[in-house]
T-cell receptor, first 112, second 111 residues
Framework: QKEVEQNSGPLSVPEGAIASLNCTYS??????FFWYRQYSGKSPELIMS????GDKEDGRFTAQLNKASQYVSLLIRDSQPSDSATYLC????????????FGQGTRLTINP | DAGVIQSPRHEVTEMGQEVTLRCKPI?????LFWYRQTMMRGLELLIY????????DSGMPEDRFSAKMPNASFSTLKIQPSEPRDSAVYFC?????????FGAGTRLSVL
């Protein structure tokens, strides 16, 4: 079983709607989680990090973490065509650890 | 800051040849990471350094792969001899305080 699981998609969402991206992880010791966005042919870029249970909001993006259920999600409000990309979920394990384990990514398409 | 700089951006080589990928991390960052990305396996960590010292090389696929970091501003990933299955995009990333920033990547094709 892959350590970080994401639905590979593609996920299609109409412009202006909320896009919901989900990620589950297997290691209860994981401390921190990250969402990266990767446009086709480009490198991953960090969107959000979350360390505590609950929600964290940054503009149109909200990350949600539920450690009991080992579940992380990313919500994108008022989706724009420019949000079309692959979204990678990553976990970092243990205090002081620097190693990130990435999921396979979910390909998101926003339809005008 | 110029960000993480990788070279070359594209490399096409023949099976059996030596390939060297280069990376200049962001100034002041104390961690450097090498990743490989393929459609089949996604983004995989190969090796990472802290203050120029290799910390975890468990992701290095086999002895054909080697990485060095002779100083804080330069790292190389070498494949010798290269094989067609090494074809992938190789990313270098650097970090300070837990956030990793990625370079533009090197697209390697081994024929």
């Amino acid at each position: 079983q892959k350590e970080v699981e994401q639905n590979s998609g593609p996920l299609s969402v109409p412009e202006g709607a909320i896009a919901s991206l989900n990620c589950t992880y297997s290691d209860r010791g994981s401390q921190s989680f990250f969402w990266y966005r990767q446009y086709s042919g480009k490198s991953p870029e960090l969107i959000m990090s979350i360390y505590s249970n609950g929600d964290k909001e940054d503009g149109r993006f909200t990350a949600q973490l539920n450690k009991a259920s080992q579940y992380v999600s990313l919500l994108i409000r008022d989706s724009q065509p420019s949000d079309s990309a692959t979204y990678l979920c990553a976990e970092r394990r243990g205090r002081g650890a620097q190693k990130l384990v990435f999921g396979q990514g979910t390909r998101l398409t926003i339809n005008p | 800051d110029a960000g993480v700089i990788q070279s070359p951006r594209h490399e096409v080589t023949e099976m059996g040849q030596e390939v060297t990928l280069r990376c200049k991390p962001i100034s002041g960052h104390d961690y450097l990471f090498w990743y490989r990305q393929t459609m089949m396996r996604g983004l995989e960590l190969l090796i990472y350094f802290n203050n120029n010292v290799p910390i975890d090389d468990s992701g290095m696929p086999e002895d054909r792969f080697s990485a060095k970091m002779p100083n804080a501003s330069f790292s190389t990933l070498k494949i010798q001899p290269s094989e067609p299955r090494d074809s992938a995009v190789y990313f270098c990333a650097s970090s300070r305080k837990n956030i990793q920033y990625f370079g533009a990547g090197t697209r390697l094709s081994v024929l």
